[in-house]
Each structure stands twice: as structure tokens, then as C-alpha cells.
């Protein structure tokens, strides 16, 4: 059973993610990575992870023939793993729920057009490493870990959900 506490490190580690590498299964067996704007601002992290695309996408038709997903995070001094099975939902009120200004420019036909759907990743397993603090602390534990031969301090988990 995964500790509340790595849940909740999850939780905080996603949020300074704004991007995502959406992971998905071709045809032929092959992996395929595609980032997407995560939509995770519009409500706390639950298992779910929430994305925007069309119903005609490549991402899109990859995931109703394998919806097995990985997505791949990564920032300056934070990255996640995640696995999960991917849903595609027409129903209006989730893409209602993640519509804003920022994705008007990747949709130019707006929050109607009937091709948008919500691509809702419910997660099954996550893993992630988090250095401590900012750049500045960073650099000091690598510092101290050349210094002293130790490891450098980095915070790690797993979680199931």
C-alpha cells in the first residue's frame, strides 16, 4: 500500500509540470511519445490526469486501439513516470471543465468543436524524483555528494493508485 505521503509528493511534483510526454502504443507494437498540455490546474491531482486533443489525432486513434499509456515528465530539477490506462470522453462538461484561453491557439475552432475530447489518463502506478528545493540547493547537494563520495540527496517514490 503507498504511503499518503508519496501520494501527496506525487501531487505537488505534477504541479510543476505543464507539459507532458504522452506515451502510446502504435499499431505495430512500437512506443510513440507526444507532448501534450496537461489541464491539471482546473482540479487536484485524484489519479487522474487530464489532457485536450482532437478525436482525429494520431495520440487520439493510438489510444482507443491500446488505451495503455505512459507519460513521461520531466522539468530542471523534477521528473515523473506514470502509467495508466487512457480514456477519450466527448462528454462536454469535462471539456467544458478544462477550457480556458491557453488552449485556443491549439484549437482554433473552440470549446463546440465537435472533433475535442478529453484524453483522461487514470493512472495505475507513478514513480518520481524531486532534488531538494531550488537550483541553488541542487547544486550544493551536488557539490556535497563530489565532496563527501555520498549520493546525492534526491527524494524518490513509488505510488500506486
Known amino acids: 500500500m503507498t504511503d499518503a505521503r508519496d501520494h501527496d509528493k506525487l501531487a505537488e511534483v505534477l504541479d510543476g509540470f505543464p507539459i507532458a510526454m504522452v506515451v502510446?502504443?502504435?499499431?505495430?507494437?512500437r512506443p510513440l511519445a507526444q507532448p501534450l498540455a496537461m489541464q491539471q490546474q482546473h482540479h487536484a491531482?485524484?489519479?487522474?490526469l487530464w489532457f485536450l486533443t482532437t478525436v482525429d489525432s494520431s495520440t487520439a486513434q493510438r489510444v482507443a486501439?491500446?488505451?495503455?499509456?505512459n507519460l513521461a515528465l520531466s522539468s530542471r530539477d523534477s521528473w515523473a513516470s506514470i502509467t495508466g490506462h487512457a480514456e477519450l470522453a466527448a462528454e462536454r462538461h469535462y471539456i467544458d471543465a478544462m477550457w480556458d484561453s491557453?488552449?485556443?491557439?491549439?484549437?482554433?475552432?473552440?470549446?463546440d468543436d465537435p472533433r475535442l475530447r478529453a484524453l483522461i489518463v487514470h493512472a495505475d502506478s507513478a514513480e518520481y524524483w524531486d532534488t531538494?528545493?531550488?537550483a541553488v540547493a541542487s547544486v550544493?547537494?551536488?557539490v556535497k555528494a563530489?565532496?563527501?563520495?555520498?549520493?546525492m540527496e534526491i527524494d524518490t517514490g513509488k505510488v500506486e493508485l
Open 102 to 111: 491557453s488552449v485556443e491557439a491549439w484549437f482554433p475552432d473552440g470549446r
Open 132 to 134: 531538494p528545493g531550488a
Open 45 to 48: 491531482f485524484d489519479g487522474d
Open 65 to 69: 486501439e491500446q488505451p495503455l499509456v
Open 146 to 151: 563530489k565532496v563527501t563520495g555520498e549520493p
Open 24 to 29: 502510446t502504443i502504435d499499431a505495430d507494437g
Open 140 to 142: 550544493i547537494s551536488f
